[in-house]
């Protein structure tokens, strides 16, 4: 586990969700929900629990009251994690336990323009006095990770930079950052999206910083001709500086939910193989956590499927998961969908290779177009 007194951890979540289709829409990419169990945010902070850090803070900027409101209602009524708000903070620790604040400070400066703008701007949050390293984790990451094994190693490397990776099909890494190694286990070259991959090892998208290398870095670009991102300009620059970056590779499952097609087909991989990958029992369970949950082989019109203990079943579920509060009327069928919490699925209904809203919208996402890579 990390020790939480000289590690900041920092959580970029300023994700709008374009990409995700009506699954998106009026929602925040962090706020999404997966697996029939939580969100894609919870993944990172339930991580940064099991590890220990205790505090992260919250990087974002899209309906930030949004997201704050929920997360405070949400890991603040439990033990263990904390998150902070950066200059809303005290508005949140002022307006006592179970409770929302009345109104947050105007937001001061100029929008962020990328991840590394995110972390110049919250620099007085990020760099304080004591802060050894900066844990960098990002808010649509499926996986569960104990961080403190990378800090420590990072630590006696006595690295600028350490970077979590991970092996992949040759094939698909021109969707991923792109990472090489020499044979000492140093960063030798970082091409994110590459248009022909030499390597099939890619960023897994958390790394943890040395805090003064960090910080000068980020001073030196700060003001340039650059993309104000981490993985285009932050890794790159330290490289080209002579940083000494390592890796760290993660063995375990971790999968990169960017567009509506890899969300699908993330789900139906757990349906198909539910001991696989990471299957919902290791999930954060933050959605109606009450409510018990579990894959069902072939039994009362449920085959192939994560369903709640509380769905009401008038028709048939097949390679699908259903969150909790689903209502599937009489003769509807559902396959190969995913059905988030509440929808009601109206009797009659065929819903095939879908995702069902809350509200019962039907978002389409054909077979053809989820083919693609899962780490």
Known sequence: MAERTTVRAVLLAGGEGRRMGPLGTGRLKPLIPYGGACRLIDFSLANARTSGLGEVLLL????????????????????????????YDDAYRNAG????????????????????????????????????????????????????????????????????YQRIERRWVHLFGMVDFDAHGRLTRFVEKPDTPTSDLVFAAFCVFDAAALHRCLERLDG?????????????????????VRGYEVRDHWADIGTVERYHRAHLALADDPGGGLPVDRMPWTVRPGVRRGWVADSLGVRSS??????????????????????????????????????????????????????????????????????
Not at 66 to 74: C, F, K, P, T
């Open 60 to 87: 974002s900027q899209y309906e930030e009251r949004q997201l704050m409101d929920d997360l405070h209602r949400v890991w603040h009524a439990q033990p263990g994690l904390r998150v902070h708000f950066g200059p």
């Open 97 to 164: 336990p179970g409770r929302l604040p009345v109104r947050l400070p105007a937001r001061s400066g100029e929008p962020e323009r990328g991840t590394a703008d995110a972390l110049i701007r919250k620099a007085p949050y990020i760099f304080g006095s004591g802060t050894e390293q900066v844990l960098v984790l990002h808010a649509d990451h499926v996986y569960r990770f104990d961080y403190g094994e990378l800090i420590a190693k990072h630590r006696a490397s006595g690295a600028a930079l350490t970077v979590a």
């Open 224 to 244: 340039t001709d650059w993309q104000h991102d981490i993985s285009r300009d932050v890794i790159p620059a330290m490289l080209a500086a002579g940083e000494d």
């Open 306 to 375: 994560w369903v709640p203990r509380d769905l009401v079943n008038e028709g048939r579920v097949e390679r699908s998961v259903l969150f909790p509060g689903v209502r599937v009327g009489a003769g509807a069928r559902v396959n190969r969908s995913v059905v988030l919490p509440g929808a009601v699925v109206p009797p009659g209904a065929d819903i095939d290779s879908s995702v069902v809203l809350e509200n019962g919208a039907v978002q389409h996402v054909p077979l053809a177009q989820t083919e693609g890579a899962l780490t």
